[in-house]
């Protein structure tokens, strides 16, 4: 089983903020930058499917020469190797993001890496636009399911599960597919000291892809206003409890 | 040329070290609280730490050395991380970043392994060396004793050659997990006369293991941190075999100074992380308190505490990482390890100090960590040469 994981860096806002005076980006200086969580799941899961069923696995991603800091930490984890498709830093939509991926997956297959797997997170943590997977798969031509949060192989099928109000979904799809995987499918692992150590060992191959015409434009950023918090204190003491069951049942959790 | 870079090793590792603390350590924070707030639920009668926290103590330490974190500092040939001088303080600047909390078994300190234990024999560091790195047992250093404190060359404990094996008499006290050692490091005279004569040699360290015949440890001593850490070793005609000696006989001691600016270090990056914990944690009290209508974030007072205190611990850690990077140039640090464990040390306290002021009452509870900070800071200006001895170190190399 060859599995290939798509990922992005993604600043890691925390709690708090700011934008660039343009308006047109987060300001990031102070930042820290991660992986969009969905995918830290989706490496996660590439590395337990080699775990068990042999193969290999590989991570890209799309963005400037930075962002192999993400693909390291993904090698360290256990990925076999990286792919950059390395970019000036400026924002590609995905529309432009998905098709290079598509040239990039179709290059690496005619140098003899048959990938059976494209895992992507379900959205990025920044600009969540629930798009490049579902855009790379329809490229490809191959099946493609969302949102899931448990895979297995039968038959070389995979049986995908997606959560659902009181229960889930079960999807089969034939083999090679797209999936794009929610949190909670598993829990990541840490990366262990001496997979720090062998990551630098490892290959990443860097593709400059020719940036296509733009054709969604992102005008400005704007932040929402902070929420504060109320607290309200409904009585004291058992004299409390009527105007607790009053609320509760306006809230509509009773 | 210095590159005040961080090597993408180096974050790596930090990284690593935050998820693991972040997701696999503070919610255990979380569930111990007791034993971390209150020393009458975390020590039983005799001062000893009760099992139920030493259990989760041994919890983080083993899953950190699973992840290899443990013992990043030993050599990568008998399963450490072999990382240089300046990886080892920022990791242990990322770890005490976290505050006084279940964190700080994360690395490994006196109870783990250190360089000095790289001279023993091959089987002797299978069965020794490599369960220590492994987390699967602990040690203790045993060097002070009643009469030699910061005067090293005063020592009483004597171990006499008899046959294929040495008998050890004497007493060592305040020995950091003495009492939950497998085995004691302990540092005997084995040569009087030389080491009357030149202080350093004829001062030969053994291994003692916990069952030994003649050795017990004695009373637990209750303390300012009461962490049931500290106990006394007793031997009485304690029966060692040749084969525990550590390195050559009659230069432990003198080998054992090689490694002095280590530990000194180690005390400085504990301190300045912690210094960045006490930072954050009177930033985030100062603008939620309010006193006359307004936060207290707002009074010059409390401002220029805050702002002397930043500035103080970048001046810190900036000796720390030159002091950090120059061991890594293979240079000798004698003067530079002094200067930033007194710094590092002192500054903490002072910032603690304000970090009590500035939560006022709070400040003191037992409910928020800032106290335990507070007297933790108090022992680190003591532990590994006290101020005055390090300064007599800087005093030495002015040539005075
Ligand atoms: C929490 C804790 C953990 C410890 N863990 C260990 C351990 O694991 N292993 C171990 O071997 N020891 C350990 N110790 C002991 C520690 O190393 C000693 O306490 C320290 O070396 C100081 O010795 P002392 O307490 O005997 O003080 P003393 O040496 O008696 O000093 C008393 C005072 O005199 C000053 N002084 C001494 N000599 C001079 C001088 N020449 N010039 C100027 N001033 C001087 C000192 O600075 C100090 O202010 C621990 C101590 C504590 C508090």
Known sequence: MNTLVCIKRVPDTGARFALTSDGQDIDSRNLEFTISPHEECAVEEAIRIQEKQGGSTAVLTLGPEVASEQIRESLAKGIDRGVLLETDGSEWDPQATSQAIVNAVQSIQKTGTKYDLVLFGNESADSGDYQVGVRVAAALDWPCITGIKSIEFQNNQVVAKREAPGGWELFRLTLPAVVTVKEGINVPRHPSLRGIMTAKKKEIERI???????????????????????????????EAVPAIVAKLKELGVI | MTDFNRSEEHQMIVKGLRSFIEKDVLPLDEENKKYLEDERARLNEDGSLVPEFKRVIQQVRRSSAKLGYYAMHMPAEIGGGAINRVGIALAYKEVFRYGPGLNVFTLSGAEGPSPMLLQLSQPQQEKFLKPLIRGEISTCFGLTEPEAGSDIKNLKTKAERKGDSYVLNGMKTFISNAADADFAQVFAVTDPKTY????????????????????QVGKITRSIIDDGGQAELIFENCRVPAENVIGQEGTGFYTAMGWLGIGRLNIASMSIGLAHYLIERCVEYATQRTAFGKPISKYQHIRGMLAESAAELYAAEQMLLHAAWKMDQGDSIIQESSMVKWYATNMLFRLADRAVQIHGAMGLMKELPIERVFRTARVLRIVEGTDEIQKETIAKSLGL
């Open chain 1, 208 to 238: 400059k892809p020719a940036k296509p015409e733009l054709k969604l434009l992102k005008q400005n950023l704007r932040k929402p206003q902070e929420k504060s918090g109320e607290i309200q204190i409904l009585g004291h003491g058992i």
């Open chain 2, 196 to 215: 009357k004569e030149q202080g350093y040699m004829g001062v030969t360290a053994f291994i003692v293991e916990r069952d030994r015949p003649g050795f």
